[in-house]
């Protein structure tokens, strides 16, 4: 095994989106989905919690022990409670998400955390803006830290935010938020569109980089598109990642999910697609770069 091969501290955990299954968690999905998760290995559930009033956080923690399963938490921010706008609804929204992602059992509160999806200003972001996302953003993060939680920010390519569209963008963020507990969370997707190449963005990301969605190029299993896997697992091992590595690939889904995210044809035909094939196949790059 070559040097690069082997500076991954072997910690990670994997894990897949709950979108694969569905986006209305329900007591019934959580129970057909979690123990289907554990029997192909997966080790993280990511859960959105954008409508903590949906969830049933006990329910789905005690079948997340019963498996073995570790979940996570993740939102885009609800409509009318863009950070960069409405600084005091966005707290106010992550405050209520913070405490359902705590009742799960979540490490982490992570995703869009800073937007709403797929607003823009039309121009590019302000100082202002990056202000009011900052001021928004630090009483969560506070609070995440009394619960022995982190924050994190995912960028977004450019035709679902203008305001964090890269690594470095993310990072300069969280120079202005100043909390210790405040990470980047990458995703392949939007950094195949925004970033000078995947390791680029990894090294940007630094130690700062903690949280990872692997999404082929084109949302479909992974392996199956033009994304350059072997260079995102040789820079993760690299600068030593240690943290979440998490796939996001949603099967064929309902019309207000196909149009929030643009999902117009079925690039996953069907969940085991992913599971048979995607899982194993992002598993193996990762065992071969030291990560697990």
Not at 13 to 40: N, Y
Not at 131 to 138: D, I, P, R, S, T
Not at 182 to 191: A, G, P
């Amino acid at each position: 095994m070559s040097n690069d091969q082997t500076r991954g501290r072997a910690n990670c955990r994997f894990g897949m989106h709950s979108g694969l299954w569905t986006f209305d968690w329900t007591r019934a999905a959580a129970e057909a989905a979690l123990p289907e998760a554990a029997e192909f290995g997966i080790e993280v559930i990511e859960l959105p919690v954008g409508d903590p009033a949906r969830i049933d956080a006990g329910h789905s923690r005690a079948l997340c022990e019963k498996y073995g399963i570790e979940p996570t938490a993740s939102l885009c921010l609800p409509a009318g409670t863009a950070a960069a706008l409405h600084p005091e609804r966005a707290t106010a929204a992550l405050l209520a998400s913070l405490e359902a992602a705590h009742a799960l059992g979540s490490k982490v509160l992570t995703g869009v955390t800073y937007t709403e999806l797929n607003w823009r200003s039309g121009a590019l972001p302000t100082a202002a803006e990056y202000a009011n996302v900052a001021a928004a953003l630090k009483p969560v993060a506070r609070q995440a830290r009394l619960y022995g939680m982190e924050l994190g920010l995912e960028p977004c390519n450019r035709y679902e935010t203008h305001l964090l569209n890269t690594a470095a963008q993310a990072s300069a963020l969280i120079d202005r938020i100043d909390e210790p507990n405040v990470f980047i969370h990458l995703d392949t997707y939007h950094m195949h569109v925004e970033e000078r190449g995947l390791g680029a963005a990894v090294r940007a990301g630094g130690a700062r980089y903690r949280y990872v969605h692997l999404s082929e190029s084109d949302r479909g299993v992974p392996g199956s598109g033009n994304l350059d896997w072997v260079e995102l697992f040789r820079s993760m091992a690299e600068i030593g990642f240690s943290g979440y590595l998490v796939g996001e690939i949603f099967a064929p889904t309902t019309p207000a999910v196909a149009a929030s995210l643009g999902i117009w044809h079925d690039a996953v035909p069907s969940r085991f697609e992913v599971l048979e094939k995607g899982v194993p196949f992002l598993k193996a790059l990762a065992r071969q770069h030291g990560l697990i």
